[in-house]
């Protein structure tokens, strides 16, 4: 049925009523793991719903495992239920973070030793030949992830609802009553008091037909190489910095990618983590995108093995250990706020000229394509509530 632009009435049905709570969380990424524990930790009840098999979201099923942009080159940015997660993966031997003595030095020891983790402040404009100082981040393996997650909501007192996809919202006076959900069992609904929307793409919003503005950016498809040789890697890269220099464009080229580095390290030995392939301007709704994505990265991918195993010392037995379950998509649907920002606002740091109701403020990061002098700015949470107000 290819090119079909006909429509199809769906009857109407009665959607059974499976499960409440004071408070339902859709997604269970970092964000919906924080809303979850928080919540509960209050004494509400609390259901974290999410469409995969595991917490962690795109940390663990689009294998993000560098959880950098928490510090801002100066100071640590974030905390809370972060730090726990990291900390419990630590004790279980799934998390890598930079000594504290070491961190916001610009010291060409220290980022031999760990600029190849990606522990650093990326966005702050500096010279290409410069030094750049660490910054706080971690590395986490993301099946140890996976576990603490779960032990950390479940340990706060929420419940977990896996396998669960909302696809809908029933909406009375501008207040969600209920989410719709699509499972093995079926379509239900999850009735609450209060709905915290953490899916990264906006489903329950949009389902709820709050404002909102759909975006687009990088895509990739995260994997992971085994059986690499490290040591004999990076002694070439050291030894012989030109060749090295050389090859990574190579590589880079191959992965259309961005960043400086093609691979990293990661809690594993001789395994890396390559954030790549990349593509621009990904439309992250819709499947025929995301299914060109996955087969070409997938192609991408191996031809870099191929041409890696050839060329690079170290990498003549390395195997592709896995591709990330979900591709990383950075941007689709946003919340449209009280007030807009523009390049002007970040400049002046600030965001809305009738924000005088608004006491919270809230640190965010500015865009590299932003000229400013700022790597983080402060603005107004009066900024930040939707129009209209539903129970999201």
Known sequence: ???????????????????????????????????????????????????????????????VLVWDDCDDGQRKTVGGVLDELVESARRRGGAVLPDLDNLHRADPALWAKWGRWGFTDWFTPRPPESVRPIAWAACVDPEVLKLVAAETVLGAGARLRLHSWVVGAAVERGLIGAAFVESKAGRQALAGRVFVDCSGDGDLLAAAGASHVVG???????????DVDLQTH????????????????????????????WWLYTVRRGVVWANCPTWASVDGLDPAALTTLEVEGRRRIFAALDYARTH???????????????????????????YRLTPRDIGRDVASPTSSAARAT?????????????????WPGGATPPRPRPSV
């Open 312 to 338: 690079l010392p170290g990498f003549r037995d390395a195997y592709v250990a896995d591709t990330a379950p979900m591709v990383g998509i950075r941007q689709t649907r946003l919340l449209s706020g009280a």
């Open 216 to 226: 687009r950016y990088l895509g990739t498809l995260v994997h992971r190489l085994a």
């Open 362 to 378: 809230i640190r965010f990061r500015t865009a590299r394509s932003i000229r400013t002098s700022r790597p983080t700015c402060w």
């Open 1 to 63: 049925m290819r090119g079909t632009t006909g429509t199809v009435r769906e009857p109407a049905r009665d959607v059974p009523v499976v499960d409440e709570a004071d408070v339902i969380v859709i997604g269970g990424g970092p964000a919906g793991i924080a809303a979850a524990t928080a919540a509960a930790r209050l004494g509400v009840t609390v259901l974290l719903v999410e469409r995969s098999g595991y917490l962690g979201g795109a940390a663990a099923g689009s294998l």
């Open 234 to 261: 990076v002694n070439w890269e050291r030894a012989e910095p030109e060749g090295a220099a050389q090859e990574t464009r190579a590589m880079r080229a191959l992965y259309n990618m961005t960043w400086p580095y």
